[in-house]
């Protein structure tokens, strides 16, 4: 009875103990959570008193600093220098600085500012007007002439720099969604009955042009690709393949290949001769020495292939029929390196080392020089080009076939064609036989 008793006293003690140590945990648990809020509530006290403390620049990133460029003024200097009733500077300045007539300058912004919103003018969150369309197009322009970094316009146009990288990117991208179709279109059927005119007054009947390869170089070519693209020159180029005729008109631009390939690599990879394979392309009918041929060809140098649509000259000629040839295919042949001259003078981002990064940057830039040379070409014509003949023709009529076995066996009979080294020989022979004849008649 005694033993029960004491039992019962020694297990209420034991968890009266168990109570007390129970408080205590929880009572120091609160103690620990109360320092840690407290110390939480001077951390952010802190940390919001610097905040407060922190000087903040305007502009969407932070530390941004806002340059109050006045760019409404520097529209209106733009707008009298070059664009309003009486400028400051005329036709003459103006085509030297924008390397075009007034009139078309108006057309392409007027052209790329419908395609585009991103020229429009318009306001902004402050209530002030942003860029004008010709701020924008002017600064693209005179990095593309002149060649300039994008900061180089600021102090003129009143432009950032990544705003003026911004413009010109775009700019090149709405010129070629708007105007490749036209100023970068194949030769249509008057086109060619124009060209094999002039051919046949220069003494080469069936001649399409010149035919030649130029490169660009890349200074910020990507260190893994720079020994795809280092050719001989020692540094890394993009080549250009180019078809010109005798007034600079481009009528056939292929750009992208690394500079370690030659021009016949170039050659094989473009798509001069591809309408002519799938069977497409204009008729093409001229004579020589009474025999007919369908198919016209380019003047080209030496290391372009022996096809019957390319025409070389002679290395090392003996005798003077074929002294008299080379010396009137090289004089022709100079089309195409006066038209690379002529570009790269107009547009001196191409003369220089390219500074971007990416390739479809430079293709459009590249692309667009190409476009608006052709356009001055166009518009400027009248002035330069001595033969403005052109013929009405009728456009080709392409039959379809519907068997594909004989669609693929005319398909490399055309190949075949053009790529025949005995029918390029025949052709330079007849039209060696065609220039002496021409020349002798003259000195009679």
């Known amino acids: ?36 809020i407290t110390r939480n509530n001077m951390i952010i006290q802190h940390l919001l008193e610097q905040q407060n403390e ?17 760019r409404e003024n520097a529209h209106h200097r733009l707008y009298n220098d070059y664009f309003s009733d009486n400028p400051v500077y005329n036709e003459t300045m103006f085509r030297r600085r924008y390397r075009m007539s007034r009139s078309l300058f108006i057309r392409i912004v007027d052209a790329v500012k419908d395609h585009d919103r991103y020229f429009q003018q318009r306001w902004d ?137 030659n021009d016949i690599n170039v050659l094989e990879s473009s798509h001069l001769f591809s309408d002519l394979t799938q069977g497409i392309s204009p008729p093409v009918h001229y004579v020589i020495q009474g025999k007919e041929y369908n198919m016209g060809y380019y003047l080209a140098d030496g290391i372009y292939p022996k096809w019957s649509t390319i025409v070389q000259t002679i290395h090392e000629p003996r005798g003077p029929k074929k002294k008299y040839f080379a010396m009137k295919q090289e004089a022709c042949r100079k089309d195409v390196e006066r038209a690379f001259g002529v570009l790269q003078s107009r547009f001196a981002i191409v003369a220089g080392p390219v500074r971007y990064w990416r390739k479809e940057v430079m293709h459009d830039i590249m692309t667009t020089c190409i476009i608006l040379h052709n356009m001055i070409v166009e518009d400027e014509r009248d002035l330069i080009a001595p033969i403005q003949i052109e013929t009405e023709t009728l456009s080709p009529e392409v039959e379809m076939v519907i068997d594909e076995n004989t669609r693929f066996q005319d398909f490399i009979s055309r190949y075949g064609k053009i790529r025949n080294r005995e029918a390029h020989i025949e052709l330079r022979n007849a039209l060696i036989d065609h220039l002496w004849e021409e020349y002798t008649n003259s000195e009679n």
């Open 54 to 70: 922190q000087v903040f620049h305007g502009g969407s990133i932070p530390g941004h600093i806002v340059i109050n460029r006045d």
């Open 125 to 261: 969150n402050t209530g002030r007007l942003g860029l004008s369309p010709i701020q924008k197009i002017t600064a693209a322009f005179r990095m593309l002439a002149y060649g300039v970094p994008a900061d180089a316009t600021d102090e003129y146009i009143r432009i950032g720099e990544s705003t003026a990288i911004e413009s010109m990117k775009r700019f090149c991208r709405a010129m070629v969604e708007i105007f490749s179709e036209q100023y970068l279109r194949r030769p249509t059927s008057n086109d060619i009955s124009r060209l094999l005119y002039v051919g046949q007054k220069r003494g080469f009947p069936g001649m399409l042009g010149s035919l030649d390869c130029m490169h660009w170089k890349w200074k910020n070519c990507p260190t893994a690709w720079a020994g795809q693209y280092t050719g001989r020159s020692g540094k890394p180029t993009i080549i250009l393949e180019a078809v010109a005729d005798y007034d600079l008109w481009i009528w056939h631009a292929y750009f992208g290949l690394p500079g370690t390939n």
């Open 1 to 36: 009875m005694n033993s029960n008793v004491s039992d019962s006293s020694n297990s209420s003690s034991s968890s009266s103990d168990d109570d007390d140590m129970m408080m205590n945990t929880l009572h120091q648990g609160a103690i620990i959570l109360s320092h840690s």
